[in-house]
């Protein structure tokens, strides 16, 4: 059988790739990825001539029974999503399923991941946390959500988008008021942005700054940001 090796690629910089990633991307018969006009971009830049196949979330049953076949003929994969590690609130952790039921090799090539990188310069407590990928669209629903963290004493990090992020930011000062968060957006990026203080400040400053880019969102509720 082949191998399907799982592709962390950069978050923003394409500089953050590593040595190991590229050679892999070389080396395979074929790169499956979430959007093959974006990974276009990475592989155009770093000459890379292998041939790319879209793997997405609609796509994942019909796409994923195909890439299986391919592994089950010897040919070996390359799982990148758009950003960051694969299997990340994407639809990779699919096929990754799928190969280690059928007694596929799965090896990971490891590299950036947005949300280890947010939790690390948020300045919150890092000995632990839990992820939670994107809160629910709806407000009541994200709300109730949002609960569910009021005693927790983990760092709670979350992904957001541009078209929520305000909303998001108003249901947080309602749970749990005006406590210290962390917002963060095009990490790695020419507009990199990182905002540390009370949610009442994100809420000022997103009202006054349209938000643009992809977020993430990092808050303690029970420690306040603070070790301890």
């Known amino acids: 059988m082949g191998t399907l090796y799982i ?21 395979v018969d074929l790169i499956a990825a979430e959007d093959t006009r974006h990974t276009k971009i990475l592989t155009d830049h770093y000459g890379i001539k292998i ?3 879209s793997y997405f979330e609609h ?55 947005a949300a ?15 992820f939670e990928g994107f809160l629910p669209n709806k407000s009541g ?18 992904y957001e988008s541009p078209h929520r992020i305000l909303k998001t930011l108003c249901d947080i000062l309602e749970v749990f008021g005006d406590t210290r968060i962390c917002v963060m957006r095009e990490l790695t990026k020419k507009f ?12 000022a400053h997103f009202k006054q700054s349209k938000p643009r880019g992809e977020f993430l969102v990092i808050l303690n509720p029970k420690r306040g940001g603070e070790d301890g």
């Open 7 to 27: 592709v962390a690629t950069p978050i923003g910089n394409l500089e953050d790739i590593t040595l190991r990633a590229i050679e892999t991307l070389k080396q």
């Open 51 to 53: 041939p790319l196949t």
């Open 192 to 203: 990199e942005e990182i905002l540390r203080g009370k949610a009442s400040e994100m809420i």
């Open 59 to 113: 796509n994942r049953v019909a796409k994923g029974d195909y890439l299986i076949g391919l592994l089950k003929e010897g040919k070996d994969v390359a799982l990148v999503s758009d950003a960051g590690t694969p299997g990340i609130s994407d639809p990779g952790s699919h096929i990754i399923r799928l190969a280690i039921a059928e007694g596929i090799n799965v090896v990971g090539i490891p590299g950036p991941s």
């Open 116 to 130: 280890i990188l947010g939790l690390v310069l948020s300045g919150m407590p890092t000995d632990r946390f839990i």
């Open 141 to 158: 629903a994200r709300r109730n959500k949002l609960s569910e963290f009021k005693d927790e004493k983990r760092t709670v990090i979350f």
